[in-house]
């Protein structure tokens, strides 16, 4: 694994667990939610995480687009389709997105090795 | 048709002609890619439409989600389809979307008819 | 009461009413976590409802702030103590917000009748 | 006038006389502030308007939009002019700002009588 | 103290100081009123410092929520409460406001040593 | 040049290429209208580089802001001028602004030598 991937999921790991440790339970729920959500439903993994993605790429939040290329990684999308979801969300989220979208793409070359 | 829909519709295609009548390139060129990103590629038609529902529901764009509702109704998309990719992205936005989910499930139900 | 503030309640209400109808277990947890997250803990209520009204203010949702602005009269937060924590928002959200803060200025005062 | 015009100046102008009453002195001086920044400087009233008009397309603000767009027309920026800032604001911020440009450009119209 | 925490304070005291050094009186003026607005007034100074947090934080600025962790720090809230309103914003702003809460609840441990 | 600078240049540079590489239509003409968008107009480049850097700054992107601070040096805008700028941007984003600009000053001194 590239060490940029291992250090991105230790750090996001080791975080997780500390906030779930503060013992607050709206945070737990909310971090429940966030399993439950992506699981097969009337919508299929494929289409949740590529909404998870674009979502995460119209709100600019790097972390949170590293972590949903990963999955789509996982379940098998292609690099074509990830980078075609990205470019909706790019044009919906205008040219703002494009250092968001830098560093997006740097991480699925990571990923892919 | 209801009337709040053909008052929507109506408006919005009123207003894109002046603003393509300003003759302004880029402005014609952004409606241009617009039309071309949702088209069919390596993603389905269903999955871009969701993709731009969920933006425009995080984005918290009544109009953008109002439109993305309309096209997902068109291509055969069912309401607990609908509903479940505007859940992740009231999950992802948080509650501050609520409102804009309410006028949402509203759209949704008057073209339901 | 004013009736806007009463039409503001009946179509809140209503469209709550509709959403849940939709059955989706994540928006209904959504829903459940609003409730409990404003309930008096470390935190007591009056400072609960004015991070809801000042982080939705800052957020610029109209029909959030009504909302909060609504709770934070009713649980007997003063007109200066409201307008203190609104003008702290307007500083960190920046003059974008003042459209806002109108409409917000106007529904307090509606509600004080 | 257009009826629309003269609506949306006496609704901001009543409402900014209101949120002075409160006598809450941020908030004066927010106010004081926006005045200051608009006024020839090292930058021209032109560019700084055009400024005030672009930020507040990409943040999707229509009253701010509208504001700034009469105050365009009354220091004689051309309706190209306008435009054409409208259009960067457009592409920065993305498909997303499509509707508050659909309603900048009825406003534009109106002003224009 | 923490060197993270050091790194941060020095970081933001330098820019501070040329930022005010470029002598433009509108900036002067928006720092001024940031200290006003945080002092003591019809709410108290805890209240003030919970909204300038959470605020920031559904507003996903990790410099700013920084900022404000150690200013509640500063004058004795506790970890609980802390979190108790983070876990506020975290509701209101959604899943897209969890990679921050890492890096603040980071920052709090950090401060705590 | 400054280091920093430079390592900005070229991660820039070199991601734009790998986007591009990825062969998306979508993305190549988004790129391309960026270009076209902020060549001289009916509104002039100075114009057109300061309403780039105030609209990425009031939307905080701090790699944006990078780019158009680096595009108005380079035209010929003094610094005056683009803190002038700046500080309109300030007042309309609000002090959640106030990091960016720390980060915008810190790159125009840097690119000042």
Redesign the interface.
């Known amino acids: 694994m590239h060490p940029k991937v291992e250090e991105f999921n230790a ?2 790991s080791e ?2 667990t ?2 779930l440790a ?1 013992d ?4 737990k ?3 429940n ?2 399993t ?3 699981a097969e ?3 299929d993994v ?3 995480e ?3 993605l ?3 790429l ?7 687009v590293k972590y949903h290329i990963g999955k789509c990684k996982e379940i098998g999308l ?4 990830i ?3 990205m ?13 968001h ?3 997006a ?2 991480f699925l ?1 990571q990923l892919e090795g």
């Not at 607050?24 to 945070?27: A, G, K, M, S």
């Not at 292609?78 to 389709?81: F, L």
């Not at 044009?91 to 494009?98: H, N, Y």
């Open positions: 750090y996001r975080m997780n500390r906030i503060t607050n339970l709206i945070l729920r909310i971090f939610l966030d439950n959500a992506f439903g009337a919508l494929k289409t949740k590529l909404i998870g674009t979502c995460s119209v709100l600019r939040c790097d972390d949170c292609s690099k074509t389709e980078v075609e979801g470019a909706i969300a790019n044009l919906i989220g205008g040219t703002i997105v494009i250092p979208l830098r560093r793409i740097e070359e």
